[in-house]
């Protein structure tokens, strides 16, 4: 059974520490997400690759945010430095885009990084 | 201007019975996707149900069914047999475009309904 996995599931770290998220995609799958969710925002996309490029990442503070894909089986989320407002749940997903005119594919989503900065 | 919209925060069923969730969209595309995922207290997001904006039928899923209106930018969730493991949170989502578009890939979230099945 094909998963997306995340390390760490937790992290507690102080202001002004780096942190960094790892993604290990479904094999196969060419685009991977990365999305953050709070109670107030609820989900937000804040980078997505296709085939290892970056597509966008708009959605991220680009001051202190990064994303990477070193390789395709690996994408990474780092924050530095962090802050208490980067506080939350970061989940990466990955899909296959299909080459359809209305092509659809679903994201399938890691279990998460719960992200907590004091 | 929201996207998705999701009118209920909160929802209680019956074990057994069935239930709606709602989940209305704008936008102006003639090609789009909508997805429902959910979301346990456990954390994971796991996609249930997709529908293409071309699609002539409305897309079913084993007990999921998304009840499609497109002249009311409407995708209800329908779970039929509500299960105690259907508590969850539900997330309604869209993708607007097509695959020759290069916002295509960007799904926009719900605010999501909070599902509770009472024994």
């Known amino acids: 059974d094909a998963r997306v996995t995340q390390t760490p599931r937790h992290k507690v770290t102080e202001m002004g520490q780096e942190v960094t998220m790892r993604c290990q995609p479904i094999?196969?799958?060419?685009?991977v997400f990365w999305y953050r969710q709070t109670m107030m925002q609820g989900l937000e996309l804040l980078a997505y690759f296709r085939n290892r490029a970056p597509l966008d990442d708009s959605g991220m503070p680009k001051d202190r945010f990064s994303a990477e894909m070193p390789d395709a089986t690996l994408a990474t989320l780092k924050i530095q430095p962090s802050e208490p407002r980067d506080s939350a749940v970061y989940f990466c997903?990955?899909?296959?885009?299909?080459?359809?005119?209305?092509?659809?594919?679903?994201?399938?989503f890691g279990p998460g990084t719960r992200l907590t900065v004091t | 201007a929201q996207k998705i919209t999701q009118t209920q925060p909160g929802m209680f069923v019956q074990e057994k019975e069935a239930v709606t969730l709602d989940c209305t969209y704008d936008?102006?595309?003639?090609?789009?996707?909508l997805f429902w995922y959910k979301q346990p207290s456990s954390g994971e997001m796991i996609f249930l149900i997709y529908q293409g904006s071309y699609d002539q039928q409305n897309a079913t899923e084993g007990r999921y069914s998304l009840n499609f209106q497109k002249a009311r930018k409407s995708a209800n969730l329908v779970i039929s047999a509500s299960q105690l493991g259907d508590s969850a949170m539900y997330f309604c989502a869209m993708r607007e475009g097509n695959a020759f578009k290069t916002s295509y890939d960007k799904v926009i979230f719900g605010p999501g309904t909070s599902l509770s099945v009472i024994p």
């Open positions: 997903a990955s899909g296959h885009a299909r080459q359809l005119p209305e092509g659809a594919y679903e994201q399938y």
């Open positions: 094999l196969g799958h060419n685009t």
């Open positions: 936008t102006s595309d003639p090609s789009y996707g």
